[in-house]
């Protein structure tokens, strides 16, 4: 069995592609012989789209896996051969507000590619839940099958840093909340680090709440790694997340994290983390204070949390995802159907 694995064009992202490698990496290991496939452009206007169709049809395996974020190349696809992972609904809500943006994603992101794929899997149940409620009935089918933590991320010891603790914030999308963080943390004797892109309007919040700060773009796993290592809590008070890998991340290394009181984030923590309202700049400030001050309950959150990590191993994804390879019905290439 070969499996073709097609990701978003390199350089698009890396969250998605550094989950799957750790999967791929897993599905080797069972006998299965795998590749991975980065489309040749990014997605940004249909006939970009119709390249990348185009470029997916020519490709040959017996399964095809699309990891995410593309899922319209399931068009060009077998379907009783195709699995697709949709890791949230992002796009959706994004653009609810945009009609024609909105119809456009909502066919050829989700509609279309669900109908079609064999086989649909959903990175939570939440993103499940949001399927159902934009799609309707066809989603009756989509699988939920966790995300695994890469197990590049180890355990590591470390004295907390009393005094002045390191907070490590990954991303700076508009929906990781960082303004609210940068408020909640005023005065606080902390350095923030964050990683990810920071807009003239963050760096105003940094120099208006007079936030003592580290800041890098564009790091390697090992990198992202060692600063998980180096931090003392990791925060994580998204508004809207798929799933939330910095949980489970941050809970295998041993740092404590504060997250948001929000599906799928209190579901994935399972009492692993400090859980706020991430709308309430007062509750967030309360919850760092809490995680700086009170080593009892510190210590009670980083043991649950390596615990909670049992649950979520990629080779536990992997099993799982090998058991749906199993499954699909093999079609010859010679009568494959093809848009």
Known sequence: MTVSY??????TGHSIE??????????????????????PHISQGLRRVWQNIWFSRQQNADI???TGDVHYVVLALPASRTILTIHDCFLLEKNRYRPFRYALFWLLWYYLPIRRAGVVTAVSEKTRQELLRYVGRIAQKVQVIPNGYDPVFRFSSKS??????????????????????????????????IVGLLTTETLADLQQYQIKYQHYEKLSRAEIVHLYVACDIVTFVSMYEGFGMPILEANAVGRVVITSDVSPMREVAAGAAYLVDPTDVDA?????????QDDVCRKRLIDNGLRNTQQYTTAIAADRYKALYD?????HPSTQSVL
């Open 64 to 66: 095809f896996h699309i």
């Open 327 to 331: 499954q699909l019905e093999p079609v």
């Open 284 to 292: 967030i400030r309360r919850g760092v204070l809490q995680l700086i």
């Open 6 to 11: 097609l990701f978003r064009r390199s350089g």
């Open 160 to 193: 907390f840093g009393r005094h002045c603790p390191t907070l490590l914030q990954l991303g700076t999308a508009p929906h990781k909340n960082l303004s609210r963080l940068i408020a909640a943390i005023e005065g606080v004797p902390c350095t923030l680090v």
């Open 18 to 39: 550094e989950l799957f490698g750790a999967i791929r990496r897993e599905i080797g290991q069972r006998g299965v012989t795998t590749k991975a496939v980065y489309l």
